[in-house]
């Protein structure tokens, strides 16, 4: 892991924890550079410069993250 990433993950995961989202457009109020891919969620994380794919699953509350990528290694689409 990249250690300048943990401070912006730990405020992701805060602001994740805190809130509930009843639906994307709710989460987008939060994270407004959020994308919807598939059934997964993309957030930029540390100035765009990673990228943490989950899903989410607003009726039960729970987020699952499947990976955090360098902005390079998300681009090459692997994750998909």
Same mark, same amino acid.
């Given at each position: 892991?990249? @250690?300048? /990433?943990?401070?912006?993950?730990?405020?992701?995961?805060?602001?994740?924890?805190?809130?509930? +989202? !009843?639906?994307? =457009?709710?989460?987008?109020?939060?994270? @407004?550079? /959020?994308?919807?891919?598939?059934?997964?969620?993309?957030?930029?994380?540390?100035?765009?410069? +990673? !990228?943490?794919? =989950?899903?989410?699953?607003?009726?039960?509350?729970?987020?699952?993250?499947?990976?955090?990528?360098?902005?390079?290694?998300?681009?090459?689409?692997?994750?998909?």
């Amino acid at each position: 892991m990249h @250690a300048d /990433a943990e401070a912006p993950l730990q405020a992701w995961r805060k602001l994740v924890e805190k809130a509930s +989202y !009843r639906n994307f =457009a709710e989460l987008r109020a939060t994270f @407004a550079s /959020a994308d919807k891919i598939g059934d997964r969620m993309v957030f930029n994380i540390g100035g765009n410069k +990673y !990228r943490l794919i =989950a899903v989410v699953l607003f009726s039960v509350q729970q987020v699952f993250v499947k990976a955090v990528l360098t902005h390079a290694d998300y681009d090459k689409g692997e994750w998909k």
